[in-house]
């Protein structure tokens, strides 16, 4: 027997009838996009206010200085340690804090570190948020990626229906350098995915790494005309995964168009992400 909503009600502006717990579903949405406006905000405050208050206090000695790789490079070699932590630390948070893009972090990690130092760092860093980040999904479910994603952006992935290509889908698109790896990362602990299968396929962002260290190495090596090569190679395979995703979701969305059109096929040939 279907239950009836509880009678309790409220009014919103326009004088409409609201459930309670209507009501309470819209409070949770506001409070979480004002956390991820907050959010937004404060970090460009704090990049905007760090940039001042550097060209305040050093001025062009700054920016002679972050423009030349030797005095970057000896800079990191007075500080071996700190330096690699702080790095660390904040392509960890990158990771963890989802609307800052990563690839300007890639990029300084080859420059200041080189390709292969500056590639281990991120990927170490990678690897630490990204086990957090699944952990987490897994223990409290879809809130934790609303933190940061709107319900409508998570909905509108619709690749991982299926569980037998799960695992193929999404080490292909960690691969490929344009895909919103972001949000791709926070689903994965939706899935039926374990962690162990999670481990092999995070090590498929090692190409999309490459390509930002390896511009970044050559920008501090001064060697400009290859590091443009790279960035123009780089872009071209970027479009492609772009391409490459949108089509894939879209072939997605319609086959579940089709499932709903057709109810007499296997329902349990698609597992939805679970909300738990």
Same mark, same amino acid.
């Given at each position: 027997m279907k239950e009836d909503k509880p009678v309790t009600m409220a009014r919103n502006r326009a004088g409409s009838k609201l459930y309670i717990s209507d009501a309470r579903a819209l409070y949770a949405v506001r409070r979480r996009r004002m956390f991820q406006r907050s959010l937004t905000i404060g970090i460009l405050v704090l990049t905007m206010t760090a940039s001042i +208050?550097?060209?305040?206090?050093?001025?062009?000695?700054?920016?002679?200085?972050?423009?030349?790789? +030797?005095q970057v490079r000896a800079m990191v070699s007075r500080h071996p340690v700190s330096s690699r932590l702080i790095f660390f630390f904040a392509n960890f948070m990158q990771v963890v804090i989802a609307i800052i893009p990563g690839e300007p972090f890639e990029l300084a990690a080859g420059y200041a570190f080189g390709v292969v130092e500056g590639t281990l760092i991120c990927i170490a860093a990678i690897y630490a948020a990204s086990i957090l980040i699944f952990l987490l999904v897994k223990r409290f479910g879809r809130p934790v990626i609303e933190l940061f994603f709107e319900p409508e952006r998570i909905d509108q992935v619709r690749l991982f229906r299926r569980p037998g290509q799960l695992n193929v889908l999404m080490y292909i698109l960690l691969f490929l350098p344009g895909t919103p790896k972001d949000i791709l990362t926070y689903l994965a602990g939706l899935t039926p995915m374990r962690l162990s299968t999670w481990l092999i396929i995070i090590s498929a962002r090692l190409l999309s790494v490459v390509t930002s260290t390896v511009s970044g190495g050559l920008l501090g090596a001064q060697n400009y005309l290859y590091a443009v090569s790279v960035f123009a190679v780089t872009a071209v395979v970027a479009l492609a995964g772009i391409l490459m995703y949108n089509r894939l979701n879209k072939r997605a969305r319609q086959e579940e168009l089709l499932q709903k059109q057709d109810p007499g096929e296997d329902s349990q040939a698609r597992e939805p992400l679970s909300d738990a």
């Open positions: +208050l550097v060209y305040i206090y050093w001025g062009e000695a700054a920016i002679d200085f972050f423009s030349d790789p +030797l």
